[in-house]
């Protein structure tokens, strides 16, 4: 399974056409189902797809730890995602039957589900961060979209602890699937987010 693809691009600049080869992010339509149930169809950057699985549902609502999950499948060439969840028909059916209305939002056709965040809690006083760290954390988002430089047609964001280790980094044509797969990175490691940066 391909991450990018290979293009060539006329480039008119100057007065003047040349061809060059672009590299352009891999995106395909994905599609999760819970239960036997279709849940969403999404499009989505190729890597990471079961922590984007993990995630969407974790941001759902409903699941709250992998350990909600008891199987979970991809099909050939992972397309879509098989979910099936740990629990009896009385537990689980409540969560999916009060997120079954899906809302296209944004581009790539992503998906946001109602009205499902209460408002967060205070963030905590501590720690304190300094300008240049956070200026060394951005050059770390900068440096992970590198790659991409001739489309910049990614989306990628990060989570860093306050000493400014890297946790992770996601990548995606989609910003919300960057989300969903840092969430779905930390759940399936055991890792508690700290703090994000993300692309506009």
Same mark, same amino acid.
């Given at each position: 399974?391909?991450?990018?693809f290979e293009y060539p691009v006329h480039i008119w600049r100057q007065g003047e056409v040349t061809v060059q080869t672009y590299t352009?992010?891999?995106?395909?339509?994905?599609?999760? +189902?819970?239960?036997?149930?279709?849940?969403? =169809?999404?499009?989505?950057?190729?890597?990471? =797809?079961?922590?984007?699985?993990?995630?969407?549902?974790?941001?759902?609502?409903?699941?709250?730890? /992998?350990?909600?999950?008891?199987?979970?499948?991809? $099909?050939?060439?992972? %397309?879509?995602? !098989?979910?099936?969840?740990?629990? !009896? %028909?009385?537990?689980?059916e409540p969560r999916l039957a009060a997120h079954n209305t899906l809302l296209t939002s944004g581009c790539g056709r992503g998906v946001?589900?109602? !009205?499902?965040?209460?408002? /967060?809690?205070?963030?905590?006083?501590?720690?304190?961060?300094?300008?240049?760290?956070?200026?060394?954390?951005?050059?770390?988002?900068?440096?992970? %979209?590198?790659?991409?430089? +001739?489309?910049?047609?990614?989306?990628?964001?990060?989570?860093?602890?306050?000493?400014?280790?890297?946790?992770?980094?996601?990548?995606?044509?989609? =910003?919300?699937?960057?989300?969903?797969?840092?969430?779905?990175?930390?759940?399936?490691?055991?890792?508690? %987010?700290?703090?994000?940066?993300? $692309?506009?």
């Amino acid at each position: 399974m391909s991450n990018n693809f290979e293009y060539p691009v006329h480039i008119w600049r100057q007065g003047e056409v040349t061809v060059q080869t672009y590299t352009l992010p891999g995106e395909e339509e994905f599609c999760i +189902h819970v239960n036997g149930q279709s849940l969403v =169809r999404l499009m989505a950057s190729p890597p990471d =797809r079961e922590a984007l699985v993990v995630g969407f549902l974790a941001y759902a609502g409903i699941i709250d730890a /992998p350990t909600d999950i008891a199987k979970l499948h991809f $099909s050939e060439g992972e %397309t879509c995602a !098989d979910v099936w969840l740990a629990g !009896d %028909t009385a537990t689980v059916e409540p969560r999916l039957a009060a997120h079954n209305t899906l809302l296209t939002s944004g581009c790539g056709r992503g998906v946001v589900l109602g !009205d499902l965040y209460a408002p /967060p809690s205070p963030l905590p006083a501590q720690p304190v961060l300094y300008p240049a760290r956070l200026f060394e954390m951005a050059q770390v988002l900068q440096d992970a %979209t590198a790659h991409n430089s +001739h489309s910049h047609g990614v989306h990628t964001s990060a989570l860093f602890t306050p000493a400014g280790e890297t946790i992770a980094i996601m990548t995606d044509v989609g =910003r919300h699937n960057t989300l969903d797969k840092l969430l779905g990175f930390c759940l399936l490691n055991g890792r508690a %987010t700290c703090l994000l940066y993300t $692309s506009d």
